[in-house]
């Protein structure tokens, strides 16, 4: 007879569940609370800037906030006026808990389109949001009070909600109104031929100029007529620093001298871009609008001129997508040196390589850690695209076209 005691699988994959979603959600407080007491560089400006417009002083002659200067578009600093009227602490703690609230959407909207429904979406929506934190774009972004995760909602909303919505293509007007990297999913929508909602994404955006003519007219006029959008020195004095985790930064830090690695960087970025492009269009066309959307995403960062660890945040939905092609035996083995390299962007295991010290030398003089490390979110997106390739040549996956049917069906 057998007298061991029997074992619910079901109550053991509950507890399982439990401790994760408990750890995460601990995990995701303290980072909360941690954001709270942090120097939250990028906030300060941001509500400097906001200060500047209320005062109408002069918004890009000057630095905004000790030898800071505001590098945003005219209409981001309309926006970062409500900032101004407040303290610094009730301005820190805000944003902490609207940036939370902005983090826990991103994941559950990804969730969502992969068609994740039942008892297990908010298990899976808290520990995903939990496990961000240990992202480093996602923790700088709490650390700096940085609008990277408002960016990534208004996208995904957009972009990820009903395709025969009429007001589909205001969120990434609106982004790129703030910033102007989400451009780059105007070109998605062309290259997908949604003419009108990359037509309603584009007047939306130049809605955002035309406010800040009519409301800041000198910092509008400096900003797009005056080049002060082009002139990269704003952001920072050294391209080849390794706070520069774009494809021109990598280019810079090998060694290549500025004029060939300027010339270089347009040449692969565009290239790179446009491979980008075609394989979004390529998932969207098989129901995977997250693959998509985080494709473009994660190549308007990489592709940019100068690209912070805190630009990569479109690592959210992508990480969405790793954890779930992760149960696919048959699609797992083409993703998960995208997995590895994701995995390798936590914020301690960076700083073992001190990648983001401003050290001129070039990265490859201090051994091949440190340049992966100095250069791992571009290597990301080298490793997400080269999967993509391999991937989407395969049979269309159902699960992934966020069918609640379909999902139900495979999960019998």
């Known amino acids: 007879m057998n007298t061991k005691p029997h074992r619910n699988p079901s109550a053991a994959r509950k507890a399982g569940y439990a401790i994760l979603v408990g750890g995460a959600g601990l995990f995701g407080i303290v980072s909360v609370v941690l954001a709270g007491h942090a120097d939250a560089v990028d906030l300060e400006v941001y509500r400097a800037g906001g200060a500047t417009v209320l005062a109408g002083r002069d918004l890009y002659g000057a630095p905004v906030w000790y030898d800071f200067r505001f590098t945003y578009p005219p209409f981001a600093a309309l926006v970062f006026t409500p900032?101004?009227?407040?303290?610094?602490?009730?301005?820190?703690?805000?944003?902490?808990?609207?940036?939370?609230?902005?983090?826990?959407?991103?994941?559950?909207?990804?969730?969502?389109?992969?068609?994740?429904?039942?008892?297990?979406?908010?298990?899976?929506?808290?520990?995903?949001?939990?496990?961000?934190?240990?992202?480093?774009?996602?923790?700088?972004?709490?650390?700096?009070?940085?609008?990277?995760?408002?960016?990534?909602?208004?996208?995904?909303?957009?972009?990820?909600?009903?395709?025969?919505?009429?007001?589909?293509?205001?969120?990434?007007?609106?982004?790129?109104?703030?910033?102007?990297?989400?451009?780059i999913f105007v070109a998605y929508l062309v290259a997908a031929r949604r003419y009108r909602q990359a037509a309603v994404a584009s007047a939306c955006a130049a809605g955002t100029v035309l406010v800040s003519f009519l409301l800041v007219p000198a910092a509008a006029h400096d900003f797009w007529l005056g080049g002060r959008f082009a002139d990269l020195s704003r952001i920072h004095t050294d391209p080849a620093s390794r706070h520069n985790q774009s494809?021109?930064?990598?280019?810079?830090?090998?060694?290549?001298?500025?004029?060939?690695?300027?010339?270089?960087?347009?040449?692969?970025?565009?290239?790179?871009?446009?491979?980008?492009?075609?394989?979004?269009?390529?998932?969207?066309?098989?129901?995977e609008h997250l693959l998509a959307v985080s494709l473009c995403g994660l190549c308007g960062a990489m592709v940019s001129p100068w690209s912070w660890g805190h630009h990569w945040v479109w690592l959210v939905p992508f990480g969405v997508f790793l954890v779930w092609v992760a149960g696919r035996p048959r699609r797992r083995g083409r993703w998960l040196p995208a997995m590895v390299a994701t995995a390798l962007t936590v914020p301690g295991l960076l700083a073992l390589a001190d990648p983001m010290d401003d050290d001129a030398r070039p990265v490859l003089a201090d051994g091949p850690l440190t340049f992966v490390l100095a250069n791992i979110y571009v290597l990301v997106f080298v490793a997400a695209l080269v999967a993509a390739v391999l991937d989407l040549r395969g049979p269309r996956d159902a699960r992934c076209a966020g069918d609640p049917v379909a999902v139900r069906k495979a999960d019998l």
């Open 83 to 183: 900032l101004a009227l407040l303290g610094t602490a009730a301005a820190k703690a805000l944003v902490a808990v609207l940036n939370g609230a902005l983090l826990a959407f991103v994941v559950a909207r990804s969730w969502r389109s992969l068609g994740l429904r039942g008892r297990r979406f908010v298990p899976a929506v808290i520990a995903v949001s939990g496990a961000s934190f240990a992202l480093e774009s996602v923790h700088s972004n709490f650390i700096d009070g940085q609008i990277n995760l408002l960016l990534v909602t208004l996208v995904l909303a957009d972009l990820t909600g009903r395709a025969d919505h009429r007001a589909r293509g205001v969120g990434v007007g609106l982004a790129a109104g703030l910033k102007l990297t989400p451009l």
């Open 247 to 287: 494809l021109r930064g990598l280019l810079m830090k090998t060694g290549v001298p500025e004029t060939p690695a300027l010339v270089l960087w347009l040449l692969l970025g565009a290239a790179a871009g446009l491979g980008a492009l075609a394989l979004a269009v390529r998932a969207a066309r098989r129901g």
